[in-house]
C-alpha cells in the first residue's frame, strides 16, 4: 500500500481526505466567516489556499499577513476560523502560485526581464501574461525568494502549525516550479544559472560554458532532478516540524500530446524519489466525456502513484459540462478506484471580490491567445459554493461524494486494486520517444491499451515502472522494453504494444464468465474493481466515458442484477461479505438493489441482496 496523503498528513481520519480550496484573496472578509461553515457542513475535511506574494507585500521585505492594511489580507484570521470549525488546512505559497492571478503571484519588478528572466534551453523567454518570468536559479530572485518564504513561514505557517495548530501541510511550488512538470524537456530552466546548476549536477567541469541539449540523457534526467532540487531548496525554509509534511502537485500529463506524455514521464524518476507527498492536478480535459482524457487518468493515476490535490469543480472555460455535478464527482470517484487517497474541490467556493493586484492583465491574456472573459468573477462559476453561503451548481455532487466518502470511506482505504496483469514499462521509453521524434509515443499507446483492455475484455492492466515491479506479485508482468533488441525471444518482453497485446492473450487465460460481466454492453464503459486484503470487502466503480448509455450485469449465480449508467455517468457498489450492502449512483444511473433517485443518491442496505465471486488478484494501490 502506498504511502499517500492521509497516510503522511492526516494519519487520524482513517478514509480518504476531501479538500477544499477557498481563495480568500477573491473573497470579502465578512463572507469568510459563513463560507467555511458551509464548507464544513458540505463535508470538507480540509481547506487549502494559494498565498499571493504580491497580494501580502507591501513594499520590499514588508509585508501584512494580519489585515492591518486591508481586512482581505489576514490570513492569519482565516486560519483562526479555520480551526474553530475544526478543519483543517494546507498552504501553499508558491511562491508562484498560478491560480489565474497576475503573474501567478511574483511581483511586477521579478517579471520586468533582463538577466534575471527565465529562458528555455534555445534561448527562448519563459512568459506569464506576456511578461518574463524569473529564473529561480538567479542568485538575484534565489534571495528575494528567499526573503518571501522566510516571512510567510515565520508569520503564517509557524504559528499554526499542527499540533496545535490547523496546517497540516504545505504545498511547494505549483506543478513543479512553473507549472512546468509535464512540458517537454526543452522547456526546462535554460538560463545561464540553471546550465551551471545541471552542469554541477553532472559532476563535470569541463561543459560550464556548453548548452544542456548535447548531453540529451543527463538533461532528460536534470529536467527532473533540477525540479526536485528546488522542490528542496523550498521545503527547508519551513519550520522543522512541518518539513516531513510536505506536498507537490504535479500534473497529469495528455496522452494525445506527444511532448507532454514524454515530458511527464521522463521527470518520474526524480519525482518517485523525492521526499514530498506526491499529489496531481487534473487539467487535462474531461474524462466523463473525451476518450483521450479518461485514458490519461488511467495512466497517470496509476503509474505516478499520486492523490488528487486539485480537480475541476465548475470552471466551464472549455467546457460548460464541468458546472453538471456528475462530470467531477466521476473524476473524483474514478480518482478514488484507482488509488487516490483524497478528492480535491477546487474551486469550493464561487468568489466574486477581487482588486486589481489579483486581476490578470487582460492586455497580458489577449497576447498569448486567452479570453480575458474567461477571468472575471465569479471566479469558478460552477463550484459547488456560492460566495456568501448559498449552494451551487455542484453542490448536489458533493453532497454525494461526502456522504459517501463519510459512510464507506473507511472500507476503501483498506483495498486493493484488483488486476489481471502488470504492464512494466522501461523508464527510457519516454527518452526513447523524444529522441525519435516520430509516431505516437509508448506511453500514449499503453494508456490505451488500458482502456481497450477494460473496455473490451474486462481486464485491468495495471501500468508500473519496470525497476518497481516487486519479486512477487501474483499475475503476469508483461515488460515493454525500451530497446526492441532486448525484446528477441523472451515470453513476457515486449518491444511494442502489438507484442504486449499478443503476450497478454498467450499470458491469460481465455475470457470466461466473470469477465463478460466486467464488460458493459456497448462495451464503451469500464469496470474497476477494488478488494480488501482480507477479501471481505470490495468496491465496483463503472464508469461511462459516452453519451450513450451503459449497462453491466452484476451475477451471483442465482439473480442477475443490472447496472444501468447514464451518459457520463458513474456508480460505485460496496461489497461486504459477498453481498452488495449499498454505493453510490450518479444522477440518472440505476441499479436494481438500490433506492431510485433521479438526482443520483448514496445508500446503505443491513439485509445483502445478492453475493458476488470474483478470483482476481490484489495489488497495491
Given at each position: 500500500m502506498k504511502t499517500g496523503i492521509v497516510s503522511r498528513l492526516f494519519p487520524e481520519l482513517g478514509r480518504p481526505v476531501i479538500l477544499g480550496d477557498y481563495p480568500y484573496y477573491r473573497a470579502a472578509p465578512h463572507h469568510w466567516p459563513v463560507d467555511l461553515t458551509?464548507?464544513?457542513?458540505?463535508?470538507?475535511?480540509?481547506?487549502?489556499?494559494?498565498?499571493?506574494?504580491?497580494?501580502?507585500?507591501?513594499?520590499?521585505?514588508?509585508?501584512d499577513f494580519d489585515g492591518r492594511t486591508d481586512p482581505q489580507r489576514d490570513v492569519r484570521g482565516l486560519l483562526g476560523l479555520i480551526a474553530s470549525l475544526g478543519l483543517k488546512a494546507i498552504v501553499k505559497p508558491g511562491p508562484f502560485i498560478h491560480a489565474?492571478?497576475?503573474?501567478?503571484?511574483?511581483?511586477?519588478?521579478?517579471?520586468?526581464?533582463?538577466?534575471?528572466?527565465?529562458?528555455?534551453?534555445?534561448?527562448?523567454?519563459v512568459t506569464s501574461q506576456n511578461q518574463p518570468l524569473p529564473s529561480l536559479w538567479h542568485p538575484t530572485v534565489r534571495a528575494e525568494v528567499a526573503d518571501w518564504m522566510r516571512a510567510v513561514c515565520r508569520d503564517v505557517i509557524a504559528p499554526s502549525c499542527q499540533p496545535p495548530?490547523?496546517?497540516?501541510?504545505?504545498?511547494?511550488?505549483?506543478?513543479?516550479?512553473?507549472?512546468?512538470?509535464?512540458?517537454?524537456?526543452?522547456r526546462?530552466?535554460?538560463?545561464?544559472?540553471?546550465?551551471?546548476?545541471?552542469?554541477?549536477?553532472?559532476?563535470?567541469?569541463?561543459?560550464?560554458?556548453?548548452?544542456?541539449?548535447?548531453?540529451?540523457?543527463?538533461?532528460?534526467?536534470?529536467?527532473?532532478?533540477?525540479?526536485?532540487?528546488?522542490?528542496?531548496?523550498?521545503?527547508?525554509?519551513?519550520?522543522?516540524?512541518?518539513?516531513?509534511?510536505?506536498?507537490?502537485?504535479?500534473?497529469?500529463a495528455n496522452a494525445c500530446n506527444e511532448a507532454s506524455i514524454n515530458g511527464w514521464g521522463m521527470r518520474q524518476l526524480a519525482f518517485d524519489s523525492c521526499r514530498h507527498v506526491r499529489g496531481h492536478t487534473e487539467w487535462i480535459g474531461n474524462a466523463a466525456a473525451e476518450s483521450g482524457a479518461f485514458e490519461s487518468h488511467l495512466l497517470g493515476v496509476s503509474l505516478g502513484g499520486t492523490d488528487i490535490v486539485e480537480a475541476n469543480w465548475g470552471f466551464t472555460w472549455t467546457d460548460a459540462s464541468f458546472a453538471d455535478?456528475?462530470?467531477?464527482?466521476?473524476?473524483?470517484?474514478?480518482?478514488?478506484?484507482?488509488?487516490?487517497?483524497?478528492?480535491?474541490?477546487?474551486?469550493?467556493?464561487?468568489?466574486?471580490?477581487?482588486?486589481?493586484?489579483?486581476?490578470?492583465?487582460e492586455a497580458g491574456l489577449r497576447a498569448e491567445g486567452v479570453d480575458p472573459a474567461w477571468h472575471v468573477p465569479p471566479y469558478c462559476p460552477g463550484a459547488p459554493l456560492q460566495e456568501g453561503g448559498a449552494k451551487g451548481a455542484t453542490a448536489a455532487g458533493l453532497a454525494l461524494l461526502g456522504r459517501f466518502v463519510s459512510e464507506f470511506g473507511g472500507l476503501l482505504l483498506r483495498t486493493r486494486t484488483c488486476i489481471d496483469a502488470i504492464l512494466a514499462l522501461d523508464r527510457p521509453i519516454p527518452m526513447r520517444d523524444t529522441l525519435g521524434g516520430a509516431g505516437v509515443p509508448l506511453l500514449a499507446k499503453a494508456a490505451r491499451l488500458l482502456r481497450d483492455s477494460?473496455?473490451?475484455?474486462?481486464?485491468?492492466?495495471?501500468?508500473?515502472?519496470?525497476?518497481?515491479?516487486?519479486?512477487?506479485?501474483?499475475?503476469p508482468v508483461i515488460h515493454l522494453v525500451a530497446q526492441p533488441h532486448q525484446a528477441v525471444s523472451h515470453r513476457r518482453t515486449a518491444a511494442n504494444i502489438d507484442e504486449v497485446r499478443s503476450r497478454l492473450a498467450t499470458a491469460l487465460p481465455a475470457p470466461g464468465r466473470l469477465n463478460r460481466l466486467h464488460i458493459g454492453r456497448h462495451r464503451e464503459g469500464v469496470m474497476i474493481r477494488r478488494r480488501g486484503i482480507d477479501h471481505t470487502a470490495e468496491f465496483l466503480g463503472f464508469f461511462n466515458p459516452s453519451q450513450r448509455s451503459e449497462t453491466f450485469e452484476v451475477n451471483d449465480g442465482q439473480h442477475i442484477k443490472v447496472v444501468t449508467l447514464a451518459p457520463h455517468g458513474c456508480a460505485v457498489l460496496v461489497v461486504e461479505d459477498h453481498a452488495v450492502i449499498g454505493g453510490l449512483l450518479s444522477a440518472g444511473s440505476r441499479f436494481d438493489g438500490a433506492p431510485p433517485d433521479a438526482d443520483g443518491v448514496v445508500w446503505r442496505q443491513l439485509a445483502p441482496r445478492e453475493t458476488l465471486t470474483d478470483d482476481r488478484r490484489t495489488v497495491p494501490a
Amino acid at each position: 500500500m502506498k504511502t499517500g496523503i492521509v497516510s503522511r498528513l492526516f494519519p487520524e481520519l482513517g478514509r480518504p481526505v476531501i479538500l477544499g480550496d477557498y481563495p480568500y484573496y477573491r473573497a470579502a472578509p465578512h463572507h469568510w466567516p459563513v463560507d467555511l461553515t458551509a464548507l464544513a457542513a458540505a463535508g470538507i475535511d480540509c481547506v487549502t489556499f494559494y498565498v499571493p506574494w504580491r497580494f501580502h507585500e507591501l513594499s520590499l521585505g514588508e509585508f501584512d499577513f494580519d489585515g492591518r492594511t486591508d481586512p482581505q489580507r489576514d490570513v492569519r484570521g482565516l486560519l483562526g476560523l479555520i480551526a474553530s470549525l475544526g478543519l483543517k488546512a494546507i498552504v501553499k505559497p508558491g511562491p508562484f502560485i498560478h491560480a489565474e492571478v497576475q503573474l501567478g503571484g511574483l511581483p511586477d519588478r521579478l517579471c520586468r526581464g533582463g538577466e534575471i528572466r527565465l529562458t528555455d534551453v534555445e534561448g527562448r523567454t519563459v512568459t506569464s501574461q506576456n511578461q518574463p518570468l524569473p529564473s529561480l536559479w538567479h542568485p538575484t530572485v534565489r534571495a528575494e525568494v528567499a526573503d518571501w518564504m522566510r516571512a510567510v513561514c515565520r508569520d503564517v505557517i509557524a504559528p499554526s502549525c499542527q499540533p496545535p495548530g490547523c496546517i497540516v501541510g504545505v504545498q511547494i511550488g505549483n506543478e513543479g516550479i512553473y507549472s512546468d512538470a509535464n512540458l517537454p524537456m526543452a522547456r526546462c530552466d535554460g538560463s545561464p544559472f540553471a546550465r551551471q546548476a545541471f552542469v554541477d549536477w553532472l559532476g563535470r567541469t569541463d561543459a560550464a560554458d556548453a548548452p544542456p541539449m548535447p548531453y540529451p540523457v543527463e538533461w532528460a534526467r536534470w529536467s527532473g532532478a533540477g525540479t526536485v532540487q528546488l522542490w528542496d531548496w523550498l521545503a527547508d525554509f519551513l519550520p522543522a516540524d512541518i518539513r516531513g509534511r510536505t506536498l507537490v502537485n504535479i500534473p497529469l500529463a495528455n496522452a494525445c500530446n506527444e511532448a507532454s506524455i514524454n515530458g511527464w514521464g521522463m521527470r518520474q524518476l526524480a519525482f518517485d524519489s523525492c521526499r514530498h507527498v506526491r499529489g496531481h492536478t487534473e487539467w487535462i480535459g474531461n474524462a466523463a466525456a473525451e476518450s483521450g482524457a479518461f485514458e490519461s487518468h488511467l495512466l497517470g493515476v496509476s503509474l505516478g502513484g499520486t492523490d488528487i490535490v486539485e480537480a475541476n469543480w465548475g470552471f466551464t472555460w472549455t467546457d460548460a459540462s464541468f458546472a453538471d455535478p456528475s462530470i467531477p464527482l466521476f473524476h473524483a470517484l474514478l480518482g478514488l478506484m484507482l488509488g487516490s487517497q483524497s478528492c480535491s474541490v477546487y474551486t469550493a467556493c464561487a468568489t466574486q471580490n477581487w482588486g486589481a493586484t489579483i486581476a490578470m492583465d487582460e492586455a497580458g491574456l489577449r497576447a498569448e491567445g486567452v479570453d480575458p472573459a474567461w477571468h472575471v468573477p465569479p471566479y469558478c462559476p460552477g463550484a459547488p459554493l456560492q460566495e456568501g453561503g448559498a449552494k451551487g451548481a455542484t453542490a448536489a455532487g458533493l453532497a454525494l461524494l461526502g456522504r459517501f466518502v463519510s459512510e464507506f470511506g473507511g472500507l476503501l482505504l483498506r483495498t486493493r486494486t484488483c488486476i489481471d496483469a502488470i504492464l512494466a514499462l522501461d523508464r527510457p521509453i519516454p527518452m526513447r520517444d523524444t529522441l525519435g521524434g516520430a509516431g505516437v509515443p509508448l506511453l500514449a499507446k499503453a494508456a490505451r491499451l488500458l482502456r481497450d483492455s477494460l473496455a473490451q475484455d474486462g481486464r485491468h492492466i495495471a501500468p508500473c515502472w519496470a525497476d518497481a515491479v516487486q519479486p512477487d506479485e501474483g499475475v503476469p508482468v508483461i515488460h515493454l522494453v525500451a530497446q526492441p533488441h532486448q525484446a528477441v525471444s523472451h515470453r513476457r518482453t515486449a518491444a511494442n504494444i502489438d507484442e504486449v497485446r499478443s503476450r497478454l492473450a498467450t499470458a491469460l487465460p481465455a475470457p470466461g464468465r466473470l469477465n463478460r460481466l466486467h464488460i458493459g454492453r456497448h462495451r464503451e464503459g469500464v469496470m474497476i474493481r477494488r478488494r480488501g486484503i482480507d477479501h471481505t470487502a470490495e468496491f465496483l466503480g463503472f464508469f461511462n466515458p459516452s453519451q450513450r448509455s451503459e449497462t453491466f450485469e452484476v451475477n451471483d449465480g442465482q439473480h442477475i442484477k443490472v447496472v444501468t449508467l447514464a451518459p457520463h455517468g458513474c456508480a460505485v457498489l460496496v461489497v461486504e461479505d459477498h453481498a452488495v450492502i449499498g454505493g453510490l449512483l450518479s444522477a440518472g444511473s440505476r441499479f436494481d438493489g438500490a433506492p431510485p433517485d433521479a438526482d443520483g443518491v448514496v445508500w446503505r442496505q443491513l439485509a445483502p441482496r445478492e453475493t458476488l465471486t470474483d478470483d482476481r488478484r490484489t495489488v497495491p494501490a
